[in-house]
């Protein structure tokens, strides 16, 4: 007999907050603070660094710029490495993206 297929999901499943919450592949620690968003600069400064892995890029050089960008932002009582784990899927797109996306979900959790 075989498998029934996947259930089919409405359009405004896919807008629920929590849709991709059990397929994330970082693992996103809770947080304490009242509200984590990220400002529209530093989305704008984020997609300024993108990492696509197209063009001979180096990983070393994405993750210094990151690194520092992450260091301009402050959350109180939010640790470094969750607003890293938050941020860091927004530095990549294409081939690099693609890459983080292929994990299972929730393997990284540092």
Do not use: Q
Not at 16 to 26: D, F, P, V
Not at 72 to 91: A, G, I, N, Q, Y
Not at 100 to 105: A, K, M, V
Request: with cysteine; charged share 30%; hydrophobic share 30%.
């Amino acid at each position: 007999m075989a498998n029934p297929p996947p259930p089919e999901h409405t359009l405004g499943e896919y807008g629920n907050r929590n849709r991709n919450h059990a397929r994330l592949t970082i693992y996103n620690p809770t947080v304490t603070v009242n509200k984590f968003e990220v400002n529209p600069a530093l989305y704008r400064e984020l997609k300024e660094i993108h990492f696509s892995d197209k063009h001979k890029e180096y990983t070393n050089r994405h993750l210094t710029n990151f690194f520092e960008l992450c260091e301009t932002v402050k959350v109180d009582d939010c640790p470094e490495e969750s607003k890293r784990l938050r941020l860091f899927p927004l530095s990549l797109k294409d081939d690099a993206k693609e890459w983080l996306n292929s994990f299972p979900s929730s393997s990284i959790t540092t």
